[in-house]
């Protein structure tokens, strides 16, 4: 009978053996993937904000006087929001956008990256932002996200955070080791990070996630690396909080090569000589070069314009301009990009990075949102590398002006990367094609470039090019 016994242990033992296997990344899922993930980020949600109130007081007062006038010259903010001005997000919009994405996406994406920054901006004196009210946004934004993207099994669909820069408290400031802060968001995400991973993110506000057996997302704690965090030191020191984060990178993207799975890069601040501290910048770049097999994307939020910024190892002490304000610079900052593409050579992919910004829900030009595709073929060895994405954007001015806000919002599709910047694929050596191409002097380089400012600027005006 120890025939049978054996049998039976072993029957007893594949269910847990099954469920190991999950994950472990070496097995390619033979489930139906749809191929698509959604990147969402820069909600920045505004529990203050008002409709019919002045722009100047970043929407939160109304006027004393002359409403109708300045409604007329489109200084008094939108019952969705206020497109192409500093004030923040409405509650109808966050909610409304958050509803109807989940409604024509939950059931064709696999998961959902989402880069920070859910609390409003610390704009209006009269009102600071304080800890509570921070953690209070994220906590509405994560039960929202949580509700609307669950699937027909009343799951929800796996979702990668990341902590922004205005998720805490004075903003920009992180200290480099465990907080109130990292303990606070380790409860509120408790869903969302892996159970062994919970310690490390206690401790260092980063984690890595099998979102898929083949496809592995490392959500990075990019305060660490952030020049404007006075609470934690340059990546060359060695006690650094961002040193540490980086041994834990290496290792993770190690384990990943091993593994022979793809993996997705997520933060907030992306890196740049701009934000990152220089020797955590170069130490970035270079890990990245290292592990280009592994790595499918770098997908980052914080700066709100639609571009990618690309990193070489040679360059980076050449960037000028290391602080500007963005947004009232961004012809500076155009200006500045289109040099760095021009400097691209197109042989380079084994010696760039490509880092992605992906445009914010925060209505600064007209919101956004991202569905990136990747090779979901099991049996390909290019499975979960980046393909395609689709941007879609909701043209706000236009929802206002809809009499008694009985329509409500739609986003449409703004443009393909295939159709709009004729790539293939999004390997890193196919966006050096694109900068390449945007920055040739050839007429139709120039209406390129001109369509890639355009979708910079999210369709709205701008007198940057
Ligand atoms: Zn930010």
Known sequence: MHWLVTLVALVIAVPAFAQHQQHTFAVHPNTNLHGRFLHI??????PHYQNGATIKSGCHNQPKKHRKKKQRKGKLSGYWGAPTTDCDSSEPWVYHAIKTIADDWKDKIDFIVWTGDNARHDLDKKIPRTKEEILALNYKITTALQEEFRDENNKTIPIVPCIGNNDVHPHNQLRSTASSTLDAYSKLWSDMIPREQQEVFRQGGYFAVNILPG?????????????????????????????????????????????????????????????????????????????????????????????????????????????????????????????QYQQVNGNDQDKAVVVHVAPPILPIYYPGFRINEYDNDSKSTHFGTWTRYHQYYCNLTYWNNEKQHHALPRFELEYSTDEAYAMDNLTVGSWLDLAHRMTRKTDESRALWNTYVDNIFVQTEHDDD
Not at 41 to 46: E, K, N, P, S, V
Request: charged letters at 25%; hydrophobic letters at 35%.
């Open 215 to 339: 496809i592995r997302v490392l959500s990075l704690n990019t305060l660490y690396f952030f020049e404007s965090n006075d609470q934690v030191l340059a990546c060359k020191d060695p006690k650094s909080a961002g040193k540490r984060h980086l041994e834990w990178i290496r290792e993770e993207l190690t384990k990943a090569r091993k593994m022979q799975a793809r993996v997705y890069v997520i933060g907030h601040v992306p890196p740049s000589s701009r934000t990152f501290y220089g020797s955590c910048l170069t130490a970035y770049t270079q890990l990245s070069i290292e592990f280009r097999d592994v790595i499918a994307a770098h997908l980052y939020g914080h700066v709100n314009y639609d571009h990618f910024i690309v990193l070489q190892q040679e360059q980076q002490s050449q960037e000028e301009n290391r602080i500007i304000n963005i947004q009232k610079d961004s012809g500076r900052y155009i200006t500045n990009l289109k040099h």
């Open 41 to 46: 980020t820069d909600i920045h949600l505004d």
